[in-house]
T-cell receptor
Framework: QQQVKQSPQSLIVQKGGISIINCAYENTAFDYFPWYQQFPGKGPALLIAIRPDVSEKKEGRFTISFNKSAKQFSLHIMDSQPGDSATYFCAAIKTSYDKVIFGPGTSLSVIP | EAGVTQFPSHSVIEKGQTVTLRCDPISGHDNLYWYRRVMGKEIKFLLHFVKESKQDESGMPNNRFLAERTGGTYSTLKVQPAELEDSGVYFC??????FGQGSHSPLHFGNGTRLTVT
């Protein structure tokens, strides 16, 4: 059973558009929510992260929105670029256990 | 600073054979983790070393998997004997500090070893 659900599985966005990836979790003990970006042939790399006491975090074109009551969070990529084409994983961590629980991933393609 | 290095990048073996994967973490990183992604599903935790000690091995699927980190430097993950369902990408990651050690430092992942068992 997936502890972190993620949708869509794949996403095609035109250059300049907004990419939105949604995630949901069940375990309220999770207290740290990172997003990872993975390019083909590479390992996942931390993109941006948020704690549940914050509703939004923005870093450049990347924004996490967090809804604690709904146990949902999402990644928005503004002004999407072809270089953003990658697989994105949302994740959740219960920091006392120190293991990352990944979602199944979203393959993003940004077309010119 | 050199990143996390994994070797080999690809391995194709037959069912029943043995394979050993190696991970060299970033120098000075006491925390070393193994994860794997099977069949395009989510990346799953296997185990966590702090220096040479196994902190958490709750994700190891069965006793065919053996991880070691002698001397607290590089780590190996041995699969013996390999089964078809072991196919996937095995990632190693390292960090200076884990969450339980105070202020967390980011996980740095290697590029993975793609294991194919035929």
């Amino acid at each position: 059973q997936q502890q972190v659900k993620q949708s869509p599985q794949s996403l095609i966005v035109q250059k300049g558009g907004i990419s939105i990836i949604n995630c949901a979790y069940e375990n309220t003990a999770f207290d740290y929510f990172p997003w990872y970006q993975q390019f083909p042939g590479k390992g996942p790399a931390l993109l941006i992260a948020i704690r549940p006491d914050v509703s939004e975090k923005k870093e450049g074109r990347f924004t996490i929105s967090f809804n604690k009551s709904a146990k949902q969070f999402s990644l928005h990529i503004m002004d999407s670029q072809p270089g953003d084409s990658a697989t994105y994983f949302c994740a959740a961590i219960k920091t006392s256990y120190d293991k990352v629980i990944f979602g199944p991933g979203t393959s993003l393609s940004v077309i010119p | 600073e050199a990143g996390v290095t994994q070797f080999p990048s690809h391995s194709v073996i037959e069912k029943g054979q043995t394979v050993t994967l190696r991970c060299d973490p970033i120098s000075g990183h006491d925390n070393l983790y193994w994860y794997r992604r099977v069949m395009g599903k989510e990346i799953k935790f296997l185990l966590h070393f702090v220096k040479e000690s196994k902190q958490d091995e709750s994700g190891m699927p069965n006793n065919r998997f053996l991880a070691e980190r002698t001397g607290g430097t590089y780590s190996t993950l041995k699969v013996q004997p390999a089964e078809l369902e072991d196919s996937g990408v095995y990632f190693c990651a390292s960090s200076q500090r884990a969450f339980g050690q105070g202020s967390h430092s980011p996980l740095h992942f290697g590029n993975g070893t793609r294991l194919t068992v035929t």
